[in-house]
């Protein structure tokens, strides 16, 4: 854990982990970052020679103002590269950074390279909708995409969806203006052709619409990193204008209170189940590795959240709702491990010859 990202730093992390503690199937935590700082932290906190922490020093700290490239070079002992650099050399399985996203996808594409067939790395985040969940996919580590990069964000989209929805062939969409053909940008007319050709690889069910995103219609969402953070980001901010607005309106008279006491397991089951923090983050797919990128402000519980997410045997009771659908069936943090081995499912780079440049036109280029 990058212990010094994040607009909140340490002491919010450590919280984080006491509060994670409590799980007994949590993995061991590495805190990474000014050891004076952190063993004083930990001391506070009553954590202090806890079996389940080791800290791993750095004298550096990656600032969310920090440019992503310049920063990697200056500042080599940063606390977000020590942990990079943790996975790299095998001393743990997963790192998660609250900190700068850009430095965290330069980094772990620099440090840990690319997985065979993939350009550019891509965070798939978790979301609720109407019958379970969805994976959407850029949310926002590459803004400026090209078409053969949407494809293989759909590619890693329905392989994280099957190991972690226990799904054998998620429905893939592109989210674009309208379902028709021709309709959209380039960016999208040419990935809607493109995807249409691998369709042996993927459940390819074609384009979708914003007001169909939250339906029970695709289990992954594709797009670029502009479109998909914004889209997260509105998610987020509506889901708890959405919780705020319901509780303004039950405390409003006596009567409203007392059927809200009556219905106060449905309603709590709802605000979790929409709340943001309950999901944690999202994972950097495409690196040989595993990047798990945590909100920059994230209050202890969504911390919290993301170490039990990405601990090997994460429980999914919390993606569960009142209603029937795909509860997550494996941890994150084994796709990596699942995709290199899923039978179908492997990226390959296409042969390259000096009259043929490296596109994608057909599916013979995906397994």
């Known amino acids: 854990m990058d212990a010094m990202g994040g607009d909140l730093g340490p002491s919010e992390v450590v919280a984080a982990v006491k509060l ?26 009553g954590l202090k020679g806890h079996a389940k922490i080791a800290i791993v020093h750095a004298s550096e700290v990656i600032t969310m103002e920090d440019k992503p490239m310049q920063a990697l070079k200056r500042k080599k002992d940063s606390s977000m590269i020590r942990a990079i650099d943790l ?12 900190g700068n996203t850009g430095a965290l996808m330069a980094g772990s594409t620099l440090r840990l390279r690319m997985m065979t067939g993939v350009d550019r790395p891509a965070l798939a985040a978790v979301i609720p909708r109407a019958g379970g969940h969805f994976i959407l996919i850029d949310a926002g580590a590459n803004p400026e995409a090209r078409p053969e990069h949407l494809v293989h964000n759909a590619i890693l989209g329905a392989n994280y969806a099957k190991v972690i929805f226990g799904v054998a062939a998620p429905r893939v969409g592109l989210i674009t203006i309208g379902t028709e053909e021709g309709k959209g940008n380039s960016l999208t007319a040419e990935t809607h052709e493109q ?27 594709v797009c670029d990193g502009f479109v998909g953070n914004t889209l997260l980001k509105t998610w987020e901010s509506l889901a708890k204008f959405i919780t705020t607005l319901l509780k303004e309106e039950l405390q409003a008279n006596p009567l409203r209170m ?33 990047r798990w990128s945590a909100p920059s402000r994230p209050p202890a519980r969504s911390s919290t959240r993301t170490f039990t997410t990405t601990s090997k045997r994460m429980s999914p009771g919390p993606m569960r709702s009142g209603r029937p659908h795909r509860p997550l069936k494996r941890s994150p943090t084994e796709f990596s491990h699942a995709l290199s081995h899923h039978r179908g499912s492997r990226l390959l780079r296409p042969a390259q010859s000096a009259h043929q440049p490296r596109s994608v036109q057909d599916g013979r280029h995906f397994g």
Do not use: W
Request: with cysteine.
């Open 20 to 45: 994670a503690l409590a799980d007994e199937a949590l993995d061991p935590i590495t805190l990474v970052g000014d050891q004076a700082v952190l063993e004083r932290l930990l001391a506070d906190a």
């Open 87 to 98: 996975v790299k050399n095998g001393e743990a399985h997963v790192t998660i950074s609250c």
């Open 195 to 221: 995807l249409k050709k691998i369709t042996s690889v993927i459940n390819y069910v074609g384009p979708i619409e914003g007001f169909q995103v939250f339906r029970d219609t695709v289990d992954v969402v």
């Open 258 to 290: 007392g059927g809200a006491l009556l219905a106060k397991g449905a309603f709590d089951a709802l605000r979790a189940r929409m709340n943001p923090d309950t999901y944690g983050g999202a994972p950097l797919l495409g690196v040989r590795g595993t």
